[in-house]
């Protein structure tokens, strides 16, 4: 069973130019987040979604930041208009449908790394 | 709002015992997590507490109080490998994470 999927693992885009990051969930999965990390920093929450359906997106800028999660197909995190702040490590987990009352593990892939030069 | 604090860092030396604490104060809990992440690298799964008490598993332990909002990770036998920051994490409505501490281990 292959774990959560991220591409591209690095990014490099100059100012101004659109960021887009994919994330497959592990098989069996429906529940997606999207965290953001500066190094040496904890995860700072900014997504949840379920299929075709944003749960919470509360820890998203409002403006040129947008997610979804496609009934077929990867999440994307997209970012347009790119600024050097936005530079870091981009994480995605996701969790199994049942987990409302159980564990609800969250399963990370290896992060996508954006620099912004 | 939502807080979760966490030492910055801490030093303990290999072979000894570090307790790692998190305080929270959420609008409501549906379970804590650890997590542990090696510099550059994913976090990964390391404990679950949802009910009152310690939960162990292996060198790793984890306590929670939610009368007190607290919980702490207890390191047993510390391996140099055990280097990492380690993530308290809590679920409400979504998962929200501490700053994580980072743990230098001393040979």
């Known amino acids: 069973n292959a774990g959560v999927m991220q591409n591209p693992r690095h990014l490099v885009r100059r100012r101004g130019q659109e960021a887009r990051l994919r994330c497959s969930p592990m098989k069996g999965h429906s529940h997606v987040y999207w965290y953001r990390q500066l190094p040496e920093e904890g995860l700072k929450f900014m997504v949840y979604l379920q299929k075709e359906n944003i749960i919470d997106e509360s820890g998203m800028p409002k403006e040129r930041f947008s997610a979804e999660f496609p009934k077929e197909g990867p999440s994307i995190l997209r970012i347009q208009q790119v600024v050097r702040g936005d530079s870091a490590a981009y994480f995605c987990?996701?969790?199994?449908?049942?987990?409302?009352?159980?564990?609800?593990?969250?399963?990370f892939g290896e992060g996508s790394r954006l620099t912004v030069l | 709002g939502q807080n979760i604090d966490q030492p910055t860092e801490m030093t303990a030396t290999e072979g000894a015992i570090v307790q790692i604490n998190c305080t929270y104060q959420?609008?409501?809990?549906?379970?804590l997590f650890w997590y542990q992440q090696h510099a550059g690298e994913a976090p990964t799964f390391l404990s679950y507490?949802?009910?009152?008490g310690l939960e162990e598993k292996g060198r790793f332990s984890s306590f929670l109080s939610r009368s007190k909002g607290y919980s702490y990770l207890l390191l047993k036998e510390l391996q140099m490998k055990d280097s990492a920051s380690y993530l308290c994490a809590v679920r409400d409505d979504k998962i929200i994470f501490g700053k994580g501490t980072r743990l230098h281990i001393l040979p």
């Open positions: 959420t609008s409501g809990f549906n379970g």
């Open positions: 987990a996701s969790s199994p449908p049942e987990a409302g009352m159980n564990t609800g593990e969250l399963f």
């Open positions: 507490n949802v009910l009152d």
